[in-house]
Structures are given as C-alpha cells and as structure tokens.
C-alpha cells in the first residue's frame, strides 16, 4: 500500500526557514509523476487549508498567504514533494500534510508533520 510520509517540519523563529519533504514508499511501482500534489496545513482550531499545488506538468499555484515565500516542487525521479518556506510568521504555525490527487483515483494524504514558529 502506497504512503507518503512527511519530513522536515520542526522548531524555527520568526523569519527562519524550513523545507518540508513528501516522499512516497510502500510500493515499487507506483510514481508521483502523474499525480498533482498538493500541500495543505491546520493550525489548532482551524479548518484544513490548501497551501500550494503543483500539477503533474510542474504548474503552481499558491494561497495568498504563502505566495512569494513559499515555492512548491517535485522530483518525480525521487518520488518525492517539496515545500520550501521562507520568511516564517507564527500564523504559518500547524501541521502541514502532503497528498496525492489524480482523476479517478483515490486520493493519498500522508500523516502530516508539524512546523511550530515561535520565539
């Protein structure tokens, strides 16, 4: 059964950085080439909310709030997602999870890691 497990969430001050990765496992045969991913993130109390998407041809797009500081990508060759966040406000503070959205297939969210950022 195909996974995606986050990585790279953590502790970090006000205007830090941080890189999360998506990486896909549980099969040999599956890729994420074909498959938009997406990252989504819920701070505490708060509805889920869609981050940044990247298509399977590399088209991006982002919420307003990580726009200019966040950059979504992929490797395919990896079986691996990408969000790199810059410039980090305490608003940005919650759980960030990754998924795997193609059409006429089941969508994959992996268990989320949590970016916490403070002072």
């Known amino acids: 059964q195909v996974q995606l497990v986050e990585s790279g969430g953590g502790l970090v001050q006000p205007g830090g950085s941080l890189r999360l990765s998506c990486a896909a496992s549980?099969?040999?045969?599956?890729?994420?080439?074909?498959?938009?991913m997406a990252w989504y993130r819920q701070a505490p109390g708060k509805q889920r909310e869609l981050v940044a998407t990247?298509?399977?041809?590399?088209?991006?797009s982002y919420a307003s709030s990580a726009r200019d500081r966040f950059t979504i990508s992929r490797d395919n060759a990896k079986n691996t997602a990408y969000l790199q966040m810059t410039s980090l406000k305490p608003e940005d503070t919650a759980i960030y999870y990754c998924?795997?959205?193609?059409?006429?297939?089941?969508?994959?969210w992996g268990q989320g890691t949590q970016v916490t950022v403070t002072t």
């Open positions: 990247i298509s399977s041809a590399g088209s991006t």
């Open positions: 998924k795997a959205a193609r059409w006429r297939s089941v969508d994959i």
């Open positions: 549980g099969s040999f045969v599956f890729s994420i080439s074909s498959y938009t």
